[in-house]
């Protein structure tokens, strides 16, 4: 029993990791949904990250009651579940790891309609221009040809004495490469989720033998 009842301890550690991590995918999924106006692929990039975790916790909660109610029937069904559950998130993964300059460039979109009320207010670009310390859409020629100078804020310090304190980096591109860095956080995040339900998996099997032993030596 003390194999049994040790397995069943890490067992439960390993599906509130899993859990945890689930739960990062699906908020970063849902943020990028509420926050930002989204184009179909974006959109099918936001929804794999929820769906990956929704798939991750349904089964865990399945695993759980499992091994807590000590079931060998539950427990195999559990573990057929959850290989199948793998080998869809692995495909998704690899599709979103391959697909992340993509996705990215998909996701940047949101600052066009940014740029555009720029040019009908003017302040519109301040917030991305303060956070990726950037300027204009493309480069501060945007402005020029606009008809503008740079504003304060493309400027180092918000110093705008010095023509050197110019910065030449588009907002754009900073925005994409914000979003490539993001992505490769959660898909590694991702990834380290499929190898600790791997990890589950091997567990789970040991503990269903367990008990499946706990059960024979019951009879006698």
Known sequence: MASTSGLKIFAYALHIICTLLALVLISFGAYVLMSYDVNEIALWTASAYIGIGAAAILIFLWGYLAAWRE???CTVTFLSLL??????????LFVLTHRENTAA????????????????SPGAMSLYENWFQCCGRGSPQDYIVNERLPP???FLNHDKSNPDNLIHTGCRLAFENYWEHLLMIFNILGWVLVAV?????IVSCGLCNSIRNDHRRSYY
């Open 83 to 92: 290989y199948l559950i793998i080998i869809a998130q692995a495909v998704v």
């Open 71 to 73: 079931h060998v029937c």
């Open 197 to 201: 339900e791997l990890l589950l998996s």
């Open 152 to 154: 304060q804020t493309c």
């Open 105 to 120: 460039s998909n996701l940047a979109n949101s600052l066009e309609a940014t740029w555009e009320q720029e040019l009908d």
